[in-house]
């Protein structure tokens, strides 16, 4: 096990990382790389830099890809996927230096000033494009396993600080904590203690959403909305249910956008009654489910009703 504590300055609250690595026989290190789930996300304002400024509550899943990696003596950098990886996913995944994997390895090489290298071999599950930080949840898993790979000597807040300039979502992957409220451009990440196992239903539409384009066509709301009621339920304080305090500022952009994705929501929200929400960008939509029971019968109902396949999203 590797411990990361968390010393950032750009780290708020008192969390910590724990990534479970396993060593095989043939030296590679591997370690599982889980998505998230937005479950609240306000647009606080566009900032100087481009990004805007969020207010966002992340969950981290129990859908996760796996990455491994071994030293290589040839100084190269390089990344293929599994054999088991599914064909519908394979084509979104580029495998050259766009790859945030590379760039995570990269970034660490440059501050190791040595020409070490590094073989990674990605078994990916989460399809791209669908708002569950698939990709920074990659990046995040990169900074662990080279750090231990080539022994590197950085510290917890050196490896933040690489993954905030990775990208908005990898500090809350490589934080290793369950949720959190997330500011800034994402990556200041405050961790919340969430009281018990919740559980989701997800399904993705065939086209993905791109976070740029749905950022852009954001319009920026005249009031803002608060996730302190959905923050106050992930910690057992309150009563009533999760989904009437969860939103989403991105939803309605990126439903221009898509119409599959919207006529997905809508069906969705007809056949289970109850509110339909999207991850992140999207395109991934999803209800909240009472237990593991109600959470196997919409999945089932939605399998019947629209011959769609889906998750069961736990946290
Ligand atoms: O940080 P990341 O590379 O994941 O962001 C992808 C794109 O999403 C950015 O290039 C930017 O257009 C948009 N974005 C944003 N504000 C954020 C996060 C992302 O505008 N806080």
Not at 278 to 297: C, H, P, R
Request: aromatic residues 4%; contains cysteine; charged residues 25%.
């Amino acid at each position: 096990m590797v411990s990361c504590g968390m010393t950032s300055s750009h780290i708020v609250g008192a969390g910590h990382l724990v990534n479970g690595i396993g060593r095989d026989s043939c030296d590679a290190i591997t370690i599982s790389s889980p998505g998230k789930l937005n479950v609240f996300l306000e647009v606080r304002g566009k900032r100087p830099d481009g990004y805007h400024e969020l207010e966002t509550v992340m969950l981290r899943i129990s859908l996760a890809d796996q990455l491994s990696v071994r030293r290589n003596d040839t100084g190269t950098l390089s990344l293929r996927l599994s054999d088991a990886t599914p064909e519908a996913i394979r084509a979104g995944i580029p495998l050259d230096g766009r790859n945030l994997i590379l760039k995570a390895a990269e970034a660490i090489r440059l501050r190791l000033h040595d020409r070490v290298g590094a073989e990674f071999i990605l078994h990916k599950r989460i399809p791209p494009e669908s708002g569950l930080g698939g990709g920074s949840g990659n990046a995040a898993a990169a900074l662990i396993l080279c750090r231990e790979l080539w022994n590197s000597p950085l510290s917890d807040g050196e490896l933040h600080k690489i993954a905030s300039s990775i990208g908005s979502d990898v500090n809350f992957l490589l934080s290793g904590h369950r949720a959190a409220v997330c500011r800034g451009r994402g990556e200041i990440i405050e961790s919340i203690p969430v009281s018990r196992r919740l559980h989701f239903v997800a399904f993705r539409p065939r086209q993905g959403n791109c976070t740029t384009d749905v950022f852009r066509e954001t319009r920026l709301p005249a009031e803002l909305r608060s996730s302190a009621d959905v923050v106050r339920h992930l910690e057992g304080q309150g009563q009533g249910r999760l989904s009437p305090l969860m939103f989403n500022r991105l939803t309605e952009a990126a439903q221009r956008m898509n119409p599959e994705m919207t006529t997905l929501m809508n069906r969705l929200q007809h056949i289970v009654r109850r509110p339909v929400f999207m991850s992140g960008s999207g395109s991934t939509v999803f209800v909240v489910a009472e237990d593991s029971l109600d959470a196997a019968t919409v999945l089932q109902t939605v399998r019947t009703l629209l011959k769609r396949t889906g998750w069961i999203l736990e946290c």
